[in-house]
């Protein structure tokens, strides 16, 4: 276990924390076989719910609870071949208010042929006075398959607090170079909040992306899936060989709940496994 030293040169006061993971095939079952991590990043031991032939499941931990101006966050996960892992988190992630800095997090992760890897982090909550950038990249193999999502609340609507901030997202996916999907967001201020072309005053946005898609008859699963949820905004399209899943909400347990359906109906055409969602989510 390493200290958890405050180490960013560039951002006094920050937090600098990073983790690799990388998932390992040994006979029938995968294993975390590689864990090395900086500051306040780590996991709990890898579970194995659905026998030692489906996926290794692992929840990132972030103890400090929060991210505030000028921390740093590095997170790379790395799915061997023939590797399944799921990855999510205990609880929602914070971005707390800065006094000026910028908080940054980055996440990058690797497909390798044959493996398959699933992304489901609980939401991320932005609080008004947010300055941070959130970062994610899917890099994937020929024969790699992946299910993910990222779902982030912009202000607190529970506690009445409307989101004032500044904050970039940046959600891609790559194979062999190329790009399948690539999107850049920033909301500053209210504006793409309440804008028609934005989020519709909506304050919880929710993305998936899945990869193979390889038959249009999934792209109909999914959203006969969607179409029991009626609290939420969706929709479902396909690009090329990715299906792009959007949900919009008031809560954020209505938008993540409309997601884990839409996982749900995906898994079992994708990965070949029916969906086993983490226990935490029921805690």
């Known amino acids: 276990m390493h200290a958890y030293v405050r180490v960013d040169a560039e951002t006094p006061g920050g937090w600098r924390a990073t983790l690799a993971l990388t998932f390992g095939r040994e006979g029938e079952r995968t294993v975390l076989a590689r864990r090395v991590h900086s500051g306040p990043l780590t996991v709990q031991r890898p579970f194995h719910p659905e026998g030692y032939e489906g996926a290794c499941h692992v929840y990132l931990l972030h103890p400090p609870g929060g ?37 940054q997090l980055a996440q990058t992760l690797h497909v390798d042929a044959g493996a398959q890897l699933e992304w489901l982090p ?54 062999d170079g190329a790009p399948m999907w690539l999107e850049r967001a920033r909301y500053d201020g209210q504006v793409l909040l ?8 909506q304050c919880v946005s929710g993305t998936l992306l899945a990869t193979p898609v390889v038959t249009p008859d999934r792209l109909d699963a999914v959203r006969a899936t969607l179409a029991l949820h009626d609290t939420v905004l969706t929709g479902a399209s396909m690009v090329d060989d990715v299906l792009a899943l959007r949900v919009l909400g008031f809560q954020t347990e209505t938008v993540q709940r ?20 983490p226990r935490i989510w029921a805690t």
């Open 67 to 103: 991210v505030v101006g000028g921390d740093v966050l590095d997170i790379t996960v790395h799915a061997g071949p023939d590797s399944r892992a799921l990855i999510t988190t205990p609880a929602a992630n914070k971005l707390y208010r800065s006094a000026g800095p910028r908080a």
């Open 122 to 175: 609980q939401p991320t909550i932005a609080f008004a006075g947010v300055h941070a950038r959130v970062a994610t990249r899917v890099n994937l193999a020929p024969g790699g398959s992946f299910i993910g999502w990222e779902i982030l609340c912009l202000g607190r609507p529970d506690s009445g607090e409307r989101y004032d901030g500044t904050l970039g997202t940046a959600l891609e996916l790559w194979q």
């Open 194 to 201: 309440d804008a028609p072309f934005g989020l519709r005053g």
């Open 258 to 277: 409309a997601l884990t359906a839409a996982w749900a109906a995906l898994r079992p055409l994708l990965m070949g496994r029916p969906a086993l969602p």
